[in-house]
């Protein structure tokens, strides 16, 4: 269970850098809206990610993925924006902040996370000579499977793999997983 504490937040505890009763107050109405809005987008559907968490078949296709590629050392998100930024945020947030440093049996048997978000040629080089294809999980995410950078990335992916794994790199769909909303996507 994640718990989100604000006792620090406020000016009794943070000085003059909290927030004080008064500014609570003068603020509440416009949280309140926001609250409301929120809410009210849930309800008619623009913000699904709400709903996660008791969408047990979303929770058993995830755990389905993870027992799939249980033993796996990295697993490498290739996106750009937020389809990079939002699952490096909560793998920041939930992971041991130098997780990628334990050793392996201290990870829980969880793998090592990295994201490919650019295709600056050095720091490619750098995870992909780190990274043993035959021990990561490739996750490539583009939401209209049209973004240049991570068609980009793909197929430095690719190229990674066929030059390690030879003939055998077409064995791909068994190491990776592509996320798209696009049912045009090139990714399907």
């Not at 790199?169 to 068994?174: F, G, K, Q, V």
């Amino acid at each position: 269970m994640l718990t989100l504490s604000t006792d620090h937040a406020f000016s009794d505890k943070a000085g003059k850098h909290g927030l004080s009763p008064r500014e609570i107050e003068k603020i509440g109405p416009r949280l309140l809206d926001a609250l409301t809005s929120i809410r009210e987008r849930r309800r008619v559907g623009d913000l699904p990610f709400l709903d996660l968490p008791s969408d047990r078949k979303m929770v058993d296709s995830c755990r389905s993925m993870a027992a799939r590629f249980s033993g796996m050392q990295n697993f490498l998100l290739a996106g750009i924006g937020g389809s990079a930024l939002g699952p490096a945020a909560l793998f920041g947030a939930l992971s041991h902040p130098l997780h990628n440093l334990l050793p392996a049996e201290r990870r829980g048997g969880r793998p090592r996370f990295f994201t490919l978000d650019n295709v600056d040629p050095d720091f490619a080089a750098a995870l992909f000579g780190f990274c043993d294809p035959r021990e990561t999980v490739f996750n490539i995410i583009s939401k209209s499977g049209a973004t240049a950078e991570t068609a980009a990335a793909s197929l430095l992916i690719f190229d990674r793999l066929q030059h390690v794994l030879g003939a055998k790199w077409r064995s791909l769909p068994a190491c990776s997983i592509f996320s798209t909303a696009s049912a045009k996507s090139p990714f399907r």
